[in-house]
């Protein structure tokens, strides 16, 4: 029936409409740092099953193919891509970037632990190495605490954080680098500022120092950019908005039939 059609054609606005909101975020963050683009899958809704394949006939074979009518379409899930994006080169002591896997810990005033990939940090007024969010900056996890007559920041692949001090000829070592990784890291729950938390479904966050266990290095003066690709983002966009259409216009042709159904009583 006509109806049918009309709901069946809903889901699929619906689900494209998701899609669309998904394109325009990972093209809104096209210059945020070290962000991880989205991209929405789908899967059919249940079938009406009129004729089941194997279904004897009048004559008492079996049918070699059954009649389902399938009822439209939802959004199964939104997975991110943590592929590594660009490298962005500052020159800035404190913007580190981790080539290859894992996260930055950062410590909330919660007591909870969160992950990133973005390493455009600062120092506090009490000397820890916080993240540059706006309005609270999270210590890095474990702390480290740069010295207020320290001249210089220094960082190491392997993560080991030096200054360089008056009077002192060498390098004064003030921390270790820890990095987190995750069995599954499509499954950390998205909190804003680059932040992710550890789920049930990430697994719990595996802690290593940088250049072992397969954790990446450190790159001092570095930014990850994103790694949306704009012309992908905008050739999904578009063939996205003609699917939309081709579904109103399936919306369209449902309500000329009930029109020509009602009008059979005049």
């Known amino acids: 029936m006509s109806v049918q059609t009309l709901y069946t054609a809903a889901t699929g606005m619906q689900s494209l409409q998701t899609k669309l909101d998904v394109i325009s975020n990972n093209l809104a963050n096209v210059n945020t740092t070290a962000f991880k683009k989205d991209r929405a899958n789908f899967e059919d ?3 009406d099953n009129r004729v089941l394949p194997g279904q004897l006939d009048s004559t008492s074979n079996p049918t070699p193919t059954g009649t389902a009518i399938g009822l439209g379409v939802r959004v199964s899930s939104t997975q991110t891509d943590f592929q590594q994006g660009a490298f962005r080169e500052t020159n800035r002591s404190l913007d580190w970037t981790i080539r290859g896997q894992g996260f930055f810990q950062v410590l909330d005033p919660s007591g909870q632990t969160f992950y990133t990939r973005a390493g455009n940090f600062s120092i506090n007024a009490n000397g820890e190495i916080v993240t540059g969010s706006a309005g609270i900056g999270r210590p890095l996890e474990p702390s480290i605490v740069i010295p207020p007559d320290a001249t210089a920041i220094e960082v190491s ?33 998205k909190l804003g500022d680059n932040l992710y938390a550890e789920t049930n479904a990430s697994s719990a966050a595996i802690i290593s120092n940088p250049n072992l266990d397969g954790f990446g290095g450190i790159e001092k003066g570095f930014l990850e950019a994103s790694n949306v690709e704009p012309v992908q983002e905008l050739v999904d966009l578009i063939t996205t908005q003609r699917s939309f259409e081709l579904n109103s216009q399936t919306v369209q042709a449902g309500d000329q039939i009930l029109q020509l159904i009602t009008n059979l009583r005049r």
């Open 157 to 189: 692949s392997d993560g080991i954080v030096s200054v360089q001090r008056p009077g002192l000829q060498t390098l004064e070592e003030v921390g270790q680098i820890q990095l987190a990784n995750f069995i599954n890291p499509e499954g950390l729950l």
């Open 45 to 47: 809704l249940f079938y």
